[in-house]
């Protein structure tokens, strides 16, 4: 285990091989541990490779386990799409649990405790006990409930499981220290009367655990022997040694880090719920979306995700990542898996003069560069195309390597053309650029040697099929989109020019035949990545990372930009 490691250990790395070492345990048990109230952030990316991640180095295993002890906003929507989410992700857990299978357990304990003198049922309300809880500096005071005799806390507690309350009128509380420096500690709320049908358990119950009771209780029920989480949860650590060492239960430890944050976004379910709600974007899967599937309709991969939460590591302090540190991870990842097609996004009629009318040839093009495997394709050429608005001046600096009169440049694959002339609207926009060509330099190189500075994409006027191209900027405007001023919410800090939907596009045919041919194998089975659907992924050159979206199909192509090319396409290819 130790030996093929030349990376230093990250410390929960180290905290596991001193355990497995000194014989603690023989085989770890991690859990990853989602709310279903909500999809999957890249949060929760982070944390499912640290779980998943480590039980894999050491032969363990992970389960996956639903914290669905709050009924109010839980729903089965959001169990499927995590589970989706992690296999999507490449992990497979050992048992999938949910807290609320261990209701009754948690019930029987509860009484264990109140029997031991441990715990009680207080009638102040939420109210009274937040104010008799003291601050920091000053003790709590005693809830004039807290010395009720077990037989009177019992009785009490049964009654209320038996639906005999009204929400909020009475909680069951441990018994510790009102005076406890560690303000956990200050008798906490164990369970709390909620008349509220759950996802699960339906009518079952009327009174609900509390996460610091429910948790570690579940941890050690599963015999998990590393309970991980992010860093906010480690003033709860004593109280969860707490419960356990007072019940007598398996031994579970928890363990913290510090949690993913990433610039430009924001991370809290309740927000991106609120985003969903309220339509600022088209759902949990907006391509726009830190959400798991929001990456994945994007065009993320899997590798790309977990190569992120590798290269970011494990550490014990909060820090902000800067997105563009997952952008380069995709980039790296589909530079060598997505095939290269041509597209223009922004066309413009170019017409060669000199080349045949009615004629038409095919052109080899290299799919991928990076995997010879990936083979070439054959592009139609003819005497009209189209290339990028933005490939054309008509007047150009010195140091502009693209497309002006009299400046020769190569079209990708193709031949040699020479801008000689415009054709405009009456409001001067230019609607076609004339050129001639060199039929010697077809397949893009001059027999004379001679050289040009730049090389431009195309597609054939005649063959190229029309798509929608969606491309996406930053969902906020704003770095901390969470730091607000007052009166001001998140919501002021979205980017108005988020999405850009490009409706005349031109694409090479070739595309249209991808998507019908992973039509024609069931999409399921074609696009299947770890038993989930994803969309093809592609390079057009010179433009960037761009995938197929839902929305579209063979017969209307919709492209989303996942991200552009990061180095200017010039210098990879000359
Ligand atoms: P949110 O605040 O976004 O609702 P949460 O912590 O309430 O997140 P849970 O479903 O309870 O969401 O989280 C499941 C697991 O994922 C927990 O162990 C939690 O610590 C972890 N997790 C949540 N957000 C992050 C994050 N930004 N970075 C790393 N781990 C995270
Ligand atoms: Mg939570």
Known sequence: ???????????????????????????????????????????????????????????????LRFDDTNPVKEDTEYVDSIQNDIRWLGFEWAGVHYASDYFDQLYEWAEVLIQKGLAYVDDQTLDEIRQNRGTVTTPGTNSPYRDRSVDENLDLFRRMKAGEFEDGSKVLRAKIDMAHPNMMFRDPIMYRILHAHHHRTGDKWCIYPMYDYAHGQSDSIENITHSICTLEFDIHRPLYDWFIEQLGIFPSHQ??????????????????????????????????????????????????????????????RDNVIDYVRLENSLRDHLNKVAQRRMAVLNPVKLVIDNYPEGQSEMLTAVNNPECEADGTREVPFCRELFIEREDFMEEAPKKYFRLSIGREVRLRYAYFVTAQSVEKDAEGNITCIHCTYDPATRGGDAPDGRKV????????????????????????????????????????????????????????????????????????????????????????????????????????????????????WAKIKE
Request: proline residues 5%; charged residues 25%; contains cysteine.
């Open 1 to 63: 285990m130790e030996e093929n490691n030349e990376k230093q250990l990250n410390f929960l790395e180290e905290i596991i091989e001193k355990g497995l070492n000194d014989g603690t345990y023989k085989s770890i048990l991690t859990r990853f541990p989602p709310e279903p109230n909500g999809y999957l952030h890249i949060g929760h990316a982070k944390s499912i490779c640290i779980n998943f991640g480590l039980a894999k180095k050491y032969g363990g295993k992970t389960n």
């Open 255 to 316: 363990y913290e880090f510090a949690r993913l944050n990433i610039n430009y976004t924001v991370m809290s379910k309740r927000k991106l719920l609120q985003l969903v709600k309220e339509g600022y974007v088209s759902g949990w899967d907006d391509p726009r979306m830190p959400t798991i599937c929001g990456f994945r309709r994007r065009g993320y991969t899997p590798e790309s995700i977990r190569n992120f939460c590798e290269q970011i590591g494990v550490a014990k």
């Open 453 to 568: 500075k730049g090389t431009i994409h195309w597609v054939s006027a005649q063959h190229a099929v029309d798509a929608e191209v969606r491309l996406f900027d930053r969902l906020f405007a704003t770095e901390a989109p969470d730091e607000v001023e007052e009166g001001h919410t998140f919501l002021d800090n979205l980017n108005p020019n988020s999405l850009t939907v490009l409706k005349n596009c031109k694409v090479e045919p070739r595309l249209k035949e991808d998507v019908k041919q992973a039509e024609a194998s069931s999409w399921a089975l074609a696009l299947s990545e770890n038993g989930v659907d994803a969309p093809l992924r592609f390079q057009f050159e010179r433009l960037g990372y761009f995938c197929t979206d839902p929305d579209g199909d063979a017969e209307h192509l919709v492209f989303n930009r996942s991200c552009t090319l990061k180095d200017s």
